[in-house]
């Protein structure tokens, strides 16, 4: 019994290394792009709103995009993330209207239509949840080097836990790469950084 648990701890130390090496290599190569100029995060994608309309990426250009990818059954960093998007939003007045927030779920499965439109009235009014065929969010997530997963252990429990990376994106009216914010950013950072970035 006590080796079970051995290898099962030693397990569980591998796969955090794992997430937090993708983590890095996200952040890492974020911070490159936004030096170099060099648009390698973000791109097409083809995914079905809250509301059932079918969207791609250029249904909204015109204004950035601040894209955060979850699942709404995730039990605290989604909710935590999604609610610092909508503080900061709501804390940087009119320029708001600049931005449209944009959650993509990374557990179709779940994640129905009906599903995401009763999930999104939480948070920001104008927040549009996206969903899609596995192969359609998948797309999605690879355009953004996100990573995602069925938690090790869930097995075919309909409560499975999905493994994730936990950043917002900021993307440019044509949507272009801007910046990306970690897990952890504050309501108060990023309003300042996105001021910043709107104000021009």
Sequence with gaps: ???????IALASLAGLAIAAGIAWWQVKNAETVATSGTASVG???????HTGK???????????????????????????????MTVGLDRIGPLADK?????ISVDPQRD???????????????LT???????????????YRVYYAKAP???????????????????????????VYPAGTTPDRLAEDLKKRLAG
């Design 1 to 7: 019994m006590k080796a079970r648990i051995v290898r």
């Design 43 to 49: 791109g097409p994608f083809q995914l079905t709103d």
């Design 54 to 84: 079918a969207v791609t990426d250029a249904d909204f250009r015109g204004r950035h995009m601040l894209v955060y990818f979850g699942y709404t059954f995730c039990p605290d960093v989604c909710p935590t993330e999604l609610s610092t």
């Design 99 to 103: 931005v449209q927030p944009v959650f």
């Design 112 to 126: 129905t239509v009906a599903h995401l439109a009763e999930y999104v009235k939480l948070f920001h009014p104008r």
């Design 129 to 143: 949840g996206l969903t899609g065929t596995p192969e359609q969010v998948r797309a999605a997530a690879k355009a």
């Design 153 to 179: 252990g869930s097995g075919d429990s309909p409560d499975y836990l999905m493994d994730h990376s936990s950043f917002l994106y900021l993307m440019g009216p044509q949507g272009n790469f801007v910046t």
